[in-house]
């Protein structure tokens, strides 16, 4: 989609990605059914009429159109990138501590695809869901080389950060991006660990996701003391670019939000702990974190969106999509587990239009920037 590559682009298909797990989070918590993860039978078992059964037709429209779109983006930016991999900007970013980040996301958006596999692509197809304990061994496979990649890809950042001097002052939000894959990673593990029967599968995807949830948390805490006091230490906002960067806090509690919770899960289906309260209190916490959060991040973006964001373009913008999508995904745990309210539902629906919106608007802005309308100010 662009001719100067940038590995940021794969939020793209990382947004599209999220957007197809929201409407499978929401039936998944908030729609009763039988054990283990919702099909489409049990969805349609229940006696919908009216503007219901439009309702749930949209969620799957939702599901099967942004699953097409991830695909499609996914296999076209594994091209690109396979390409730039040979290149000196590929080279110069990865000595760069205050950029090479960008260099986690195809990392997170292809784990994102496990969890398509596991949510909507299983939801859609009978086959899956009556053989998904068959699934866990290909699955544990294929994850156990994306743990060894992220992780050896992790260290390897981690020390050119300490081997090269680099302006600390310059740092910004888009370092999380180091402990948003890690979270990525411990959930798809410890989604495994919390419903794979077999003990050796769970008991390994265990205790490979405490490893990685270890090095994510201690990530985000030290990024986030440096983040903040390098702002604190400046003078305003940082440069407009950034600034979408500013919510990923968001998705980073929910990844390890959700991770602590199926490690609970994990724990009682394969060792006998009765948690009870664990989950509340793990959900709970979490999404308040989130609420207050997402307000304080809003007003600070107020003026962004006013006068910046719909006249411009910069792959950065991608990195609205994926707070939004977190949200949802925590919030229907919370509907779940915490409080059972109309009108957190109807907040989490809104959000999810609002983030389908922005996927498209940020879509059309990619397209025109490539064709290289004069319109917009794009930065590619």
Request: contains cysteine; glycine residues 6%.
């Amino acid at each position: 989609m662009i001719k100067k590559f940038n590995p940021l682009v794969f939020l793209a298909s990382l947004g599209a990605g999220g957007i197809a797990v929201m409407p499978f989070v929401l039936m998944q918590y908030t729609i009763k059914h039988g054990a283990g993860l919702i099909t489409r039978s049990q969805l349609w078992n229940n006696n919908f009429s009216g503007i219901t059964v439009l309702y749930y037709n949209f969620l799957e429209l939702v599901m099967i159109a942004f699953s097409l779109i991830h695909f499609v983006l996914t296999f076209w930016f594994v091209y690109k990138l396979i390409k730039w991999l040979n290149t000196e900007d590929f080279k110069e970013l990865m000595g760069n501590p205050l950029k090479n980040s960008a260099i986690m996301a195809p990392f997170i958006s292809i784990l994102m695809t496990m969890n398509l596999f596991i949510g909507p692509i299983r939801y859609f197809f009978p086959a899956m869901s009556d053989n998904f304990q068959g699934l866990f061994l290909p699955a544990m496979l294929f994850w156990s080389f994306l743990f060894v990649a992220v992780m050896l890809m992790e260290i390897y950042l981690l020390g050119i950060s300490f081997k090269k001097s680099f302006d600390v002052d310059k740092i910004n939000f888009g370092w999380l991006l180091h402990p948003f894959a890690l979270g990525m990673l411990s959930t798809v593990g410890t989604g495994i660990a919390a419903m794979a029967q077999d003990a050796n599968i769970a008991n390994s995807a265990a205790f490979m996701s405490m490893i990685s949830i270890s090095m994510g948390v201690f990530l985000l805490l030290v990024k986030l003391i440096a983040i903040f006091k390098s702002h604190f230490a400046s003078s305003g906002l940082p440069e407009k670019n950034f600034l979408p960067s500013f919510l990923i806090i968001i998705p980073n509690i929910t990844l390890f939000a959700i991770s602590f919770f199926r490690l609970g899960h994990f724990l009682e289906r394969q060792h006998g702990f009765h948690l009870g309260a664990y989950f509340y209190l793990v959900i709970g916490l979490s999404f308040a974190f989130e609420i207050w959060y997402f307000a304080f991040g809003i007003f600070l973006l107020f003026d962004y969106f006013k006068k910046n964001h719909f006249k411009e373009f910069y792959i950065t913008q991608w990195g609205l999509i994926c707070p939004l999508v977190a949200f949802v995904v925590l919030g229907g745990f919370f509907y779940s587990v915490v409080l059972a309210s109309p009108i957190l539902y109807a907040m989490l629906v809104i959000t999810m239009l609002l983030a389908i919106f922005f996927y498209f608007e940020l879509l059309v802005k990619h397209i025109r920037c490539f064709k290289k309308t004069n319109e917009l100010n794009c930065e590619l």
